[in-house]
């Protein structure tokens, strides 16, 4: 297993490549997952392949189509609150944004305190909440999307287009053990249908998230 987490970090860093690019400016963006080829319905299967091939190595029987759909409601219309850069800083490189620059997730800043020892960033747990959150590009400000218990964690955003995002996560049933989730949320509208995966995969849940906090040079002590 621990030659399978170093096959999969790499790959992990191998993979994101391209959304670093983009992901270090709001200037370069993704193109819209949502088109004539992938269709609507194929979201769930195209927005996250190197986690679910993750998923997979854990669990051979995972697959996509196992993500049910379990709630659909309006997300809250928290207020508004300026961006702190400070902040923000160590996790510019994780922050997701949409195809026309103008919104950006952030699922880290909130969730997680950084130290810099020498030349590398590192990071502790902070609030034991989790806080995704939505920035607002031109107005300088961020909203919160989502707000959960320390049972849950987030791994990635991705934009299906410049108004829909969808959250990769999971509920943590134990320290080897998780339940995968998806959140799809409309920005326009405040829409959330929150889609959980029909089984539990072994797998911790930190080693998921050290892979991706170090694709945006951030690391556990």
């Not at 996509?64 to 659909?72: A, P, R």
């Not at 922050?95 to 020892?117: A, C, E, M, Q």
């Not at 049933?173 to 995966?197: F, Q």
Request: net charge negative.
């Amino acid at each position: 297993m621990e030659k399978w987490i170093i096959v999969f970090i790499t790959g992990f860093f191998i993979g994101c490549a391209d959304n670093d690019a983009t992901q270090n400016t709001p200037k370069n963006t993704t193109d819209s997952l949502i088109t004539e080829e992938t269709g609507v319905d194929n979201w769930k299967h195209n927005s996250f392949k190197e986690l679910y091939d993750f998923y997979s190595v854990n669990d051979s029987s995972f697959n996509t189509d196992s993500f049910v759909l379990v709630q659909q409601s309006v997300f809250e219309n928290y207020p508004a609150e300026p961006n702190d850069l400070n902040k923000l800083q160590p996790f510019h490189k994780l922050i997701s944004y949409n195809t026309d620059s103008t919104y950006g997730v952030d699922l880290f800043s909130y969730n997680y305190l950084t130290d810099k020892i020498g030349e590398r960033t590192y990071v502790q747990g902070g609030e034991p909440d989790m806080e995704a959150s939505l920035i607002d590009v031109n107005k300088k400000e961020k909203k919160r999307l989502l707000y959960l218990g320390p049972s849950y964690i987030f791994f990635e955003a991705r934009w299906l287009n410049k108004n829909d995002i969808v959250i990769a996560g999971a509920e943590i049933v134990s320290e080897n053990k998780i339940t995968p989730l998806l959140w799809k949320i409309t920005i326009s509208g405040r829409a959330l249908e929150l889609y959980s995966y029909s089984g539990i995969i072994e797998s911790n849940a930190s080693t998921i998230l050290a892979a991706r906090l170090a694709n945006g040079g951030l690391f556990f002590k």
